[in-house]
């Protein structure tokens, strides 16, 4: 049985869940949507799965095109994973919903909730609390495999809400507002040049100039810049610098590329 995990990540928290579950799975191939942005894509497997980060109670805007991409999908059995640090909000309904309009049945949704990474909001957690995140994670991956090899039908993994019109405000808000939030991003005194921000960027939104980096309008507020600058130079809107930075322990750059 074929199984393919599309997934969107900038931290790794994503790639992390999704080659867990992959290896539940009997070994699923896993694609990196930031092959496929703006293309348009036919599915053809026995199961399909969708892995993703929650943004402002949605998915991120590049998981949003790639269902909005999609040609046609084959696979009888279609699942979606998001993660966040806290609500999900309205994330699944609208997955479920952008599926349905390419005729495509959602089969089952499930939340799971790992390390936050949204740095103007707070530095990361401490590492005895994420590893909480991560062993639970573990737990409900392993619950999630087996419903996944029963095809079992879950409908929608429901958190805790915000009232409907107000989770579906604060992502309308997030979509209109991303790239120009987006150009906010610096790089303070301590940028060595590197180059790691342009390379790591999934959307290509970064060029260094004069050996500094600069932001385009084509940002997805992913925060793999920020996170994983190996000194800690990058900054949105603002400088925190006792804000300790994170990227999942267990995932490298070179995994993201």
């Known amino acids: ?4 995990i599309y997934y969107f990540t900038g931290t790794g928290n994503s790639l992390a869940l999704a080659r867990s579950l992959g290896l539940r799975l009997n070994g699923a191939e896993l694609v990196n949507l930031r092959r496929l942005d703006g293309q348009d894509v036919t599915i053809d497997a026995d199961r399909v799965g969708i ?12 998981v949003k095109r790639f269902l909005e991409h999609i040609v ?6 279609v699942f979606a994973i998001c993660n966040c640090g806290g609500m999900q909000g309205g994330t699944l309904q609208i997955v479920k919903e952008l599926l349905e309009r390419k005729n495509i049945r959602l089969n089952a949704s499930f939340n799971i909730v790992m390390p936050s990474n949204y740095i103007p909001f707070g530095g990361a ?14 737990e409900k991956l392993a619950a999630i495999a087996a419903r996944i090899e029963a095809k079992e039908d879950t409908g929608i993994d429901k958190t805790p ?14 979509l209109s507002r991303r ?41 997805e507020l992913c925060m793999a810049c920020l996170q994983w600058c190996p000194v800690e130079a990058i900054a949105l809107g603002r400088e925190y610098p006792k804000r300790r930075h994170y990227h999942h ?7 993201l590329l």
């Open 72 to 77: 046609s999908c084959q696979a009888p059995y």
């Open 179 to 219: 790239t120009s939030m987006g150009k906010k991003f610096f790089a303070g005194d301590k940028c060595t040049g590197c180059g790691r921000c342009v390379k790591i960027c999934p959307v290509g939104n970064i060029e260094l100039k004069e050996g500094r980096p600069v932001w385009g309008d084509r940002c």
């Open 125 to 138: 957690e401490p590492e005895a609390k994420q590893q909480r995140h991560f062993q639970r994670a573990e």
């Open 161 to 174: 809400l915000l009232p409907c019109w107000l989770s579906n405000w604060g992502y309308d808000f997030f």
């Open 249 to 255: 322990p267990q995932v490298t750059v070179n995994d």
């Open 51 to 62: 892995v993703f980060p929650v943004y402002s109670f949605g998915p991120p805007a590049i």
């Open 1 to 4: 049985m074929r199984t393919v």
